[in-house]
């Protein structure tokens, strides 16, 4: 009796399937670990993006005519803590989620610059009910899975180059020039600043310590980083990366921080929107059109998420479904309406969580980790704040090569499969942008199937789907008739 005793699953294993699928409870808490540290930046970024810009009447998020920076900082963090417990409980997979990036860029100058932030964010809380509805009409999890499998594949391998690149871009090792090729090593060519000598030591040493096999191979690398990033600062008094200093440090300098506890409540942000301002505002043919380019970048950025860590962690079975879709893309719904609601933009499912697989997190216990650490963010928001790209990135750079390895899943003799799967790939990066890659594949391959005499091989979804891209891809020139 002892001995069944001792073998019973406890009921968080149980809930969570931590045996079942491989992992134990310390491996669970050290991806959640890792996947915070390489997405606790957003508590940072986010705020520098859209705290610190005007909108069509020049008011600043919080109806205020000073940005507050620290408040959009707390909100940032509780609503991405609220969400990855929310995926790890309901979703029960690894993913973290919080303010996208590209997506807050586009809300901010996309979107604020012609109405007030409070019916920008209503239009964000708009498309994350439109979505959600999707889902439970079963459209949403319908076209996941009509995509064939070697796109999803495709799909894996192309964010897996996207995240190497951003990881590149942030750390400043990748540039981009005003004049001659569009990008560079370095600056002007060469590698000639303590910040880039911290990233590529951090590189290397992650990378070691990954082909090593080294539990926790990810965390140790990110937080080693910034110790060295630390000491490097103490010493050189680098600053931080400017245009007259650009051999700086990128998004934060790293020194400890002369205050680490603060508090700023992220509730108050919850009252500043507006679901039906924007038609008001501006045409409504206008609000329509931004509302469905945020849903489509949200819908398919998602889509290729949840494929390209799934499959890194295992979890899709042999025709590339995901079990508990329905409910992972419920929550990345409600992600983006309850973004919208605390005017700190639309909350999606974070790439970065391939980082936290990596360490080998396999289950919802390690979104739950994240999302405690986001809230406890909250009240240390200075801490966190002194890991700079630098420290971060590297973990980005191998985890793209993690990702990339299942390109020889892809029948590259198969041209109908190949040219679709290519163009989805290259497409990601050299557009940076997960919908673009998504969206040209998709299309292609409809394409090809249907010059070749092969439409009744195309699922009707993915006809829908890439018609709609199309639309998506014309979006400027309608845009300009109106």
Avoid: C
């Amino acid at each position: 009796m002892k001995d069944m005793k001792a073998t019973t699953p406890s009921r968080l294993d149980r809930y969570f399937a931590i045996t079942a699928r491989g992992s134990t409870v310390s491996r669970e808490v050290r991806g959640g670990l890792a996947t915070f540290f390489t997405m606790a930046y957003i508590v940072v970024l986010n705020p520098l993006i859209i705290a610190r810009a005007t909108d069509a009447d020049g008011q600043f998020i919080g109806d205020g005519l000073v940005a507050n920076v620290p408040l959009v900082a707390s909100g940032t963090a509780f609503v991405a803590g609220m969400l990855s417990i929310l995926m790890g409980v309901v979703g029960r997979v690894p993913f973290a989620m919080a303010a996208g990036l590209g997506l807050n860029a586009f809300v901010t100058f996309g979107i604020a610059s012609q109405m007030t932030w409070e019916a920008a964010m209503g239009l964000v809380f708009l498309e994350g009910v439109i979505i959600g509805i999707l889902v439970l009409t079963g459209f949403r999890v319908a076209v996941f899975n009509a995509i064939p499998v070697q796109l999803k594949t495709a799909i894996s391998v192309g964010i897996g180059l996207f995240i190497a690149l951003i990881g590149f871009v942030d750390a400043g090792f990748v540039r981009r020039v005003a004049a001659g090729p569009p990008l560079e090593m370095g600056i002007s060519g060469a590698l000639t600043s303590w910040p880039l000598l911290v990233f590529i030591l951090g590189l290397l040493a992650t990378a070691v310590l990954v082909a090593r096999k080294v539990k926790g191979a990810i965390l140790i690398g990110i937080v080693g980083t910034t110790l060295l990033a630390m000491i490097v600062e103490a010493l050189t008094k680098t600053g931080a990366a400017t245009a007259k200093n650009p051999a700086g440090w990128q998004l934060v300098t790293p020194s400890w921080p002369e205050q680490i506890f603060g508090f700023h409540n992220p509730l108050t942000l919850f009252t500043e929107f507006d679901p039906f301002g924007a038609f008001s505002q501006v045409s409504v043919i206008l609000a329509v059109l931004l509302i469905f380019t945020l849903l489509v970048t949200d819908f398919f950025d998602t889509m290729g998420t949840i494929v390209g860590v799934g499959r890194q962690a295992d979890l899709l079975d042999e025709e590339g479904q995901l079990p508990r879709t329905k409910e992972i893309l419920l929550v990345d719904s409600i992600g983006a309406a309850a973004g919208g609601a605390g005017s700190v933009s639309s909350n999606t499912t974070y790439i970065e969580s391939a980082a936290g697989v990596a360490e080998g997190a396999r289950t919802g216990l390690a979104s739950v980790v994240t999302g405690v650490l986001f809230l406890l963010a909250i009240f240390v928001a200075p801490l966190v704040a002194v890991v700079p790209y630098e420290a971060a990135a590297p973990a980005l750079v191998v985890v793209g090569f993690m990702m990339m390895t299942t390109v020889r899943e892809i029948d590259w003799n198969d041209f109908d499969i190949a040219i679709p799967a290519f163009l989805t790939i290259v497409l990601m990066p050299f557009t940076y942008s997960i919908s673009n890659g998504i969206g040209a594949g998709f299309v292609s391959y409809v394409l090809i199937q249907v010059v070749k005499g092969r439409s009744r091989n195309v699922h009707p979804l993915m006809w829908v789907v890439a018609g709609l891209f199309v639309v998506y891809f014309a979006l400027g020139p309608i845009k300009t008739l109106l």
